[in-house]
C-alpha cells in the first residue's frame, strides 16, 4: 500500500460519522424522488422521445411534471435546448427583465461565465446590459457570508430581479446553505414581493433534504450534467419555479407565444428519467468524495473548503495546492484515473467566458459532465483546485490516491 492509500484510508476511517449523516440524506431524497416516480405513474412508454416539432411528447410532459414536483415548483422546463447550465439561467434572466429594469445580484461576484450575460465587464452586444438592464453585485462579507444589510441598501423600486447563486464556483467561499437562502429571500420579499429571487442551483441538488423552492424561490435553474442529471443525462437544463416566470423563460428559449408545447425530446427521455432517479445516489458518492478529499488535505497540511466536518451548500471540495505547477500535476494525475480519456494529459489553455487560463481533467462519460469526477481550476493564486462529482465512491478513491500521490510521493 503506498503513502498515499493509508492517507486515504486513515481518512476514510475519520469520516464515518459524517458518511452516516450522508447517507441518511441521500435515503430520504431517494424515497422522495421515488414517490414522485410512483404518483406520476412514469411507464415504459414515457421513455421514447418526439421528433420535429415534439407535439404531444408524454415522456416530456412527465420529466417535467417530475421536477416540478421535486424542486418544489408550480411549473418546470426540462430541456436538452438547454446547452447548459448558463443558457438556461440566461432564458430565465431575459424572460423576466425588461430594459430599465434592475438586477442585483445577492451573493458576490457571480460564476465567470455569467458575467457576459450580466454585462459585468464589458457590455457585450447581447448582454442584459446591452439591452438596458442594470445590475448590481453585493459583496460578500470578508467572513464569506452574505452581506444582508447591504443588500437590504441595494433594492430600489426597480429592482425587478435577484439572482442567489448557491454554489461557491471558483472563490474560496462556502456554498449557500438552504436557512441562508430563505434569510435572502425573506429580505426581498419583505422589501416588495413582487421581486422574482432566482437561484443558481448548479451543483446543490440533492445536497440537503430540500431545495430553494420550498424555501420560497420563484426560480431555481440548474444544468443535467451536473448533480440531477445522475451521470447519465447527455446534455440539457432545467427551470423550475411559478408558473408566470417559467412560461417567460420558455418564451425566450423558443419563441413568443410557445410555451412548452414544442421542443423535440428525440433520445434525451430516458437519459433525464433515469438519470433523475441516479441523483440522489450519485450526489451521495460525490459528497463522501468531497469530505475523503477534505480530510486526507487536512491530514498532509493542506487548506481545504469546506473542511471535512463543515456544513455543505454543493458537492465542490476545493484545496489549496501551493502552486502553478503542484496544481497542474493535481489535476493531470486525476485524468490518469478517469475511465475516458486516461491516455490524454490536459494543459492549462483560454477557455470562453473564463478571465484565467483554466485546467480541466474531466475523463468522463459526457463531454465536461460535473457529475462525474472531475477536478479543473483557474490559473491564478493561491492556486485553488475545485474537485466534483461522482459515479462511483471506488473511483473517487482511486483517483484521489493517484493525485496525493503525485503531490507528495
Known amino acids: ?48 422521445g418526439s421528433t420535429g416539432y415534439g407535439y404531444g411528447d408524454a ?21 436538452g435546448q438547454f446547452a447548459s447550465g448558463t443558457h438556461a439561467l440566461a432564458c ?3 424572460g423576466v427583465l425588461r430594459p430599465s429594469d434592475e438586477l442585483i445580484v445577492a451573493t458576490g461576484t457571480p460564476y465567470d461565465t455569467l458575467h457576459g450575460v450580466i454585462g459585468l465587464k464589458g457590455a457585450g452586444q447581447s448582454s442584459l446590459a446591452a439591452w438596458g438592464v442594470s445590475a448590481k453585485v453585493v459583496p460578500r462579507l470578508l467572513c464569506g457570508g452574505v452581506d444582508l444589510a447591504t443588500l437590504r441598501q441595494a433594492l430600489t423600486a426597480r429592482t ?10 471558483y472563490e474560496w467561499r462556502a456554498a449557500l446553505s438552504l436557512m441562508e437562502i430563505s434569510q435572502i429571500i425573506e429580505l426581498v420579499k419583505g422589501f416588495n414581493k413582487q421581486i422574482v429571487c432566482l437561484v443558481d442551483n448548479c451543483y446543490g441538488e440533492f445536497v440537503d433534504i430540500s431545495e430553494p423552492g420550498e424555501c420560497g424561490a420563484d426560480l431555481t435553474v440548474g444544468s443535467l450534467i451536473k448533480n440531477p442529471g445522475g451521470g447519465v443525462a447527455l446534455t440539457g437544463g432545467y427551470i423550475v419555479g411559478q408558473e408566470e416566470q417559467v412560461n417567460l423563460a420558455t418564451e425566450r428559449l423558443y419563441a413568443p407565444g410557445l410555451t412548452g408545447e414544442v421542443g423535440a425530446s428525440t433520445t434525451f427521455t430516458r437519459g433525464f428519467l433515469q438519470g433523475l432517479f441516479l441523483a440522489p445516489a450519485l450526489v451521495e458518492y460525490a459528497l463522501k468524495g468531497a469530505v475523503l478529499l477534505a480530510q486526507a488535505g487536512t491530514l498532509l497540511g493542506l487548506e481545504t473548503s469546506p473542511a471535512p466536518d463543515d456544513e455543505r451548500g454543493d458537492i465542490i471540495q476545493a484545496i489549496k495546492v501551493g502552486s502553478r505547477g503542484r496544481l497542474i500535476k493535481f489535476c493531470q494525475a486525476i485524468q490518469r484515473a478517469s475511465p475516458i480519456d486516461s491516455h490524454v494529459v490536459p494543459e492549462p489553455g483560454e477557455l470562453p467566458g473564463y478571465k484565467d487560463a483554466v485546467i480541466m481533467a474531466a475523463g468522463t462519460f459526457v463531454l465536461g459532465a460535473s457529475s462525474e469526477f472531475s477536478a479543473d481550476a483557474p490559473l491564478r493564486e493561491p492556486y485553488i483546485a475545485y474537485v466534483q462529482g461522482a459515479l462511483s465512491y471506488g473511483h473517487v478513491k482511486v483517483a484521489l490516491s493517484e493525485a496525493l500521490e503525485a503531490l507528495f510521493y
Open 1 to 48: 500500500m503506498s503513502q498515499a492509500e493509508r492517507i486515504i484510508e486513515q481518512a476514510e476511517e475519520m469520516s464515518a460519522k459524517i458518511f452516516s449523516a450522508i447517507e441518511k440524506r441521500s435515503f430520504i431524497n431517494q424515497r422522495r424522488v421515488l414517490r414522485a416516480f410512483r404518483e406520476a405513474k412514469v411507464a415504459d412508454f414515457h421513455l421514447h
Open 59 to 79: 415522456g416530456r410532459t412527465v420529466v417535467e411534471e417530475l421536477y416540478a414536483k421535486i424542486f418544489f415548483g408550480q411549473k418546470a422546463l426540462v430541456r
Open 92 to 94: 430565465a434572466m431575459f
Open 160 to 169: 425587478k430581479l435577484v439572482h442567489i447563486q448557491r454554489s461557491r464556483g
